[in-house]
């Protein structure tokens, strides 16, 4: 089985930074695409930033310019660098990676859980 898990969320006020982690763990092959989303109340799950395994990335129009995903192909692991922050990023942030495993001839989407970011004074 594959797991993600992500790390890093919290309390900040407007302006200020936090930084993302996933990690992904298990019988991994190899990791296409990884994602970050998020979720804010009453609201759908929104795509916030996709980066390729060759790292070419791509940013809804909202966060653009302030929030940089990154990723470390030999940890498995991809970052979602958030700054500027502000009240209306306030969401439960998921990651997403395709994931080749081993043994398997197709690439599987698996979430994370999820972490908490409130942007509030």
């Known amino acids: 089985q594959v797991q993600l898990v992500e790390s890093g969320g919290g309390l900040v006020q407007p302006g200020g930074s936090l930084r993302l982690s996933c990690a992904a763990s298990?019988?991994?092959?190899?990791?296409?695409?990884m994602a970050w989303y998020r979720q804010a109340p009453g609201e759908q799950r929104e795509l916030v930033a996709t980066?390729?395994?060759?790292?070419?990335?791509n940013y809804a129009d909202s966060v653009k310019g302030r929030f940089t995903i990154l990723r470390d192909n030999a940890k498995n692991a991809v970052f979602l660098q958030m700054n500027t922050l502000k009240p209306e990023d306030t969401a439960v942030y998921f990651c997403?990676?395709?994931?080749?495993?081993?043994?398997?001839?197709?690439?599987?989407?698996?979430w994370g859980q999820g972490t908490q970011v409130t942007v509030i004074l």
């Open positions: 980066i390729t395994s060759g790292s070419s990335t």
């Open positions: 997403n990676a395709d994931v080749l495993r081993s043994g398997d001839w197709r690439y599987i989407k698996y």
């Open positions: 298990g019988s991994i092959r190899s990791i296409g695409t």
